[in-house]
């Protein structure tokens, strides 16, 4: 996706009530009010995404984990740093009436096998960056039904572009 300029306006007033159903709502609503409007734009690389190019992708992610078995209800670990991937990966799972279990990507492979063995994850979502921890975290790793790899360090593959 190319870099996305757009000026930076103030937020509309938020009602004083909660109006949306759930987060995938909330995340198409604003996709439709402030469709072109900036919604990211990453330090790292400048990569930028409208709330409307957002709301889309996020859709696209949930429906890439649908179809590799992600139902509601089911825990899905994510181990990524802070990136637009983390950000889709969170609203795509929660799209989907699933459960996010995040893992701190400054966690020891013994934390980290603590939390898949104490969170009842089916699936994780783990930066290539982070992989290699895979090795010392043990038989845990070997309860999921799956683990998805996507690189978030520019340049990197495979991409959360290539997952979907």
Do not use: C
């Amino acid at each position: 996706m190319s870099t996305l300029q757009v000026p930076v306006s103030p937020p509309a007033p938020l009602p004083s009530e909660v109006t949306h159903q759930s987060l995938g709502a909330l995340i198409d609503d604003a996709g439709e009010r402030y469709a072109g409007q900036l919604f990211w734009e990453s330090i790292d690389d400048g990569f930028s995404m409208s709330f409307e190019q957002f709301a889309s992708a996020s859709r696209q992610f949930a429906n890439a984990l649908k179809d590799r078995g992600v139902e509601p209800g089911m825990h899905v670990a994510v181990m990524m740093p802070n990136s637009i991937a983390y950000a889709l990966a969170w609203i795509a799972v929660s799209r989907l009436g699933a459960v996010t279990v995040p893992i701190n990507a400054n966690y020891t492979a013994h934390e980290i096998a603590y939390v898949l063995e104490n969170s009842d994850a089916s699936y994780l979502l783990i930066d290539t960056d982070f992989e290699h921890m895979l090795a010392d975290v043990g038989a845990v790793v070997g309860t999921l039904r799956k683990v998805f790899t996507l690189a978030t360090r520019p340049g990197a593959v495979p991409t959360w572009q290539d997952f979907v």
